[in-house]
């Protein structure tokens, strides 16, 4: 469990950023759609782990 809430705690860290980082006065597509790949492979990781807690 708490590997589980280091991830979520990761995630909600890079959501943060994310929100942080955006502004109206730059294009950050490219790099919302890096974060939005990390936070995706994180989320498969979780995935994993889940499935082998099972």
Known sequence: MA???AKIDS???LLAFTKDSASSKTDNSNQLYTQLADVK???D???KNLDALQ
Do not use: A, S, T, V
Request: net charge positive; glycine share 0%; proline share 0%.
């Open 41 to 43: 492979k994180k989320l």
């Open 3 to 5: 590997k589980m809430q």
């Open 45 to 47: 990781d979780l995935k």
């Open 11 to 13: 995630i909600n860290e």
